[in-house]
């Protein structure tokens, strides 16, 4: 089971690191994929989380 505080992405707003406690909303898109919605709590923006430095 995951953490809430594992890293998820980042805002690409404000380039806060999210984690699965932000999550809003977890779905499968058209091609099959995972995608999210994340609330960031810096900016207070719903964003599609993007990879950190990490994730690369």
């Known amino acids: 089971m995951s953490s809430t505080t594992d890293g998820i992405g980042r ?3 404000c ?3 999210l984690t ?3 999550i809003l909303l977890e779905y499968e ?3 099959g994929e995972d995608a999210i919605w994340a609330d960031c709590p ?3 923006t719903v964003v ?3 990879p950190t430095d990490d994730d690369t």
Do not use: L
């Open 29 to 31: 898109n058209a091609d």
């Open 11 to 13: 805002c690409p707003e």
């Open 15 to 17: 380039e806060t690191v």
């Open 20 to 22: 699965r406690f932000h």
């Open 48 to 50: 599609h989380p993007e």
């Open 42 to 44: 810096n900016c207070g």
